[in-house]
């Protein structure tokens, strides 16, 4: 099992730049996919980014590509999510998700969460 915590986010500007941080427990983090996700008010909650066990590999939604890229460091059990280029529709709570084996971008299929943390973007 693995528990999950997310920080770095905040109120800024279009246009403004975030990184997000999850940090992961357990001795076993490299055994886990990892994802972001986010849940704008009023809608579901959307995939964003995820990253392979080892890092290699990456997926990014259409929304975001281009502006958002996701990391892992398995030494120190982190992932992070670079946000560059911002924009009003990017507001939302994004969560951290980890599920073991490989990436999914199904929020469905990540039985771990952690308590999301918010970004607001003004435009």
């Known amino acids: 099992q693995v528990q999950l915590m997310e920080s770095g986010g905040g109120l800024v500007q279009a246009g403004d730049s975030l990184r997000l941080s999850c940090a992961a427990s357990g001795r076993t983090f490299n055994d886990y996919a990892m994802a972001w996700f986010r849940q704008a008010p009023g809608k579901e909650r959307e995939f964003v980014a995820a990253?392979?066990?080892?890092?290699?590999?990456?997926y990014y939604a259409n929304s975001v590509k281009g502006r958002f890229t996701i990391s892992r460091d398995n030494a120190k059990n982190m992932v992070y999510v670079q946000m560059n280029s911002l924009k009003p529709e990017d507001t939302a709570i994004y969560y951290c998700?980890?599920?073991?084996?490989?990436?999914?971008?199904?929020?469905?299929?990540?039985?771990?969460w952690g308590q999301g943390t918010q970004v607001i973007v003004s435009s």
């Open positions: 998700g980890a599920r073991q084996g490989v990436l999914v971008m199904t929020n469905s299929r990540y039985p771990y």
């Open positions: 990253i392979s066990r080892s890092g290699r590999n990456r």
